[in-house]
């Protein structure tokens, strides 16, 4: 006998092509029966690419009879074309998040380039500065944030609306607080478009000088009714120095700035790596790629954030680099991109 649960853990197995992240993680299952004889599972894509289909249909039907022997196996894909950008101007709806002075979206085009770890640091940062700042896990697929904070425990929700949570200066709001893990496998694009709003709508957000979104990777659905509905002031995209990284990083820009959204600038994150014991700096990719693109891009690169073990580590064991370790070199450079964010947000109004 096939149980859905043993259908989404195959399912797990399967990475989107090009990324580093399950299908299951995207969103993109419609529907899963599981029989005593026969295990079906419904896709549906959002690009015009056959080629992303083809491969996502064989790599799943051959995990599928691996684990399901003795069962009738049938995957079906249905392509979609992806969403259309709009290009008149984003039409904000005047009362959304209004308490919030400043909205600005931390991206990437690319899955696991650091953009969550971006986020949690550059929000304790810009809390040290003396901004109130509040965290919105906007990353329906996988939301990071709740763990890299350290919070395990659910918001308080008195029956009207929810109330954030608040840890080292920042004021953190996740869906997944909302939902069950399991709950989140089958996301429909409906489905994303009302937790978004959910999350805005029914948090009772205090009145705060900054918020930063963690978005999920990619330039799809998602990103764009985010983008569209909560007129935000600014977006950060997150690259690493590899060619194709930044590549997407440039489809993040190019997303961005056709719903009128202003980038603040790139960060390059895992840019270099300094040698704890000698001190010497190594380039592991290439070097000097983001500042390029961001030349071409007329846009600012905000900052070069080295490959460390204790960033990685204060983001597993809940304690930011910036918030534990704050005479490190790393701590600076989030400063120091958190200064200039600011000051850009400043400079431009309110
Ligand atoms: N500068 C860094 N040095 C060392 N490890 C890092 C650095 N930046 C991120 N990481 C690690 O890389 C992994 C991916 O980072 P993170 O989850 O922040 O990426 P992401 O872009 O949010 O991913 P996703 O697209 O899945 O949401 C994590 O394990 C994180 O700790
Ligand atoms: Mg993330």
Redesign the pocket.
């Known amino acids: 006998m096939a149980t859905k649960d043993a259908v989404v853990e195959v399912l797990r197995q399967v990475n989107y092509p090009g990324f580093n992240?399950d299908i299951v993680s995207f969103g993109i299952i419609q529907k899963i029966d599981a029989t005593e004889d026969a295990v079906a599972v419904q896709i549906v894509l959002k690009t015009n690419d056959t080629a992303v289909g083809d491969q996502i249909k064989a790599e799943t039907e051959k995990q599928l009879k691996k684990k399901f022997v003795k069962h009738s196996v049938r995957v079906t894909v249905e392509q979609q074309a992806p969403p259309q950008f709009s290009t008149q101007p984003q039409q904000p709806q005047p009362s959304f998040l209004p308490m919030i002075k400043y909205k600005v979206a931390v991206a990437?085009g690319k899955?696991?380039?650091?953009?969550?770890?971006v986020a949690v640091n550059l929000a304790v940062a810009l809390a040290k500065t003396g901004m109130s700042v509040g965290l919105m896990d906007a990353?329906i697929y996988?939301p990071?944030i709740p763990m890299m904070l350290g919070v395990s425990q659910k918001p308080y929700y008195d029956g009207k609306k929810i109330y954030p949570i608040e840890k080292y200066g920042v004021q953190l709001m996740s869906l997944g607080f909302l939902v069950d893990n399991s709950e989140a496998v089958i996301w429909r694009g409906s489905l994303v478009h009302k937790a978004i709003q959910q999350l805005m709508n029914d948090v009772a957000w205090p009145e705060l000088d900054i918020m930063l979104f963690d978005m999920p990777?990619g330039t799809g659905d998602a990103q764009l009714t985010l983008s569209q509905s909560v007129a935000l002031d600014g977006a950060v995209i997150?690259s690493t120095p590899q060619d194709v990284a930044l590549l997407d990083a440039v489809k993040g820009v190019k997303m961005f700035r056709k719903v009128n959204v202003p980038i603040l600038g790139i960060v390059e994150?895992?840019s270099y790596f300094i040698c704890p014991h000698c001190g010497e700096r190594t380039d592991i990719f290439s070097s000097g790629g983001a500042r390029k693109e961001c030349e071409r891009l007329e846009t600012k690169l905000l900052g070069e954030?080295?490959?460390?073990?204790r960033?990685?580590m204060g983001?597993?064991e809940g304690v930011p680099i910036v918030a534990g370790k704050e005479d490190t070199a790393q701590t600076g450079v989030f400063m120091e991109i958190a200064g200039n964010i600011k000051a850009q947000l400043l400079e431009h109004k309110k």
């Open positions: 992240r990437s899955g696991g380039v650091g953009k969550s770890t990353d996988g990071s990777p997150v994150n895992m954030i080295p490959i460390d073990a960033i990685r983001g597993d």
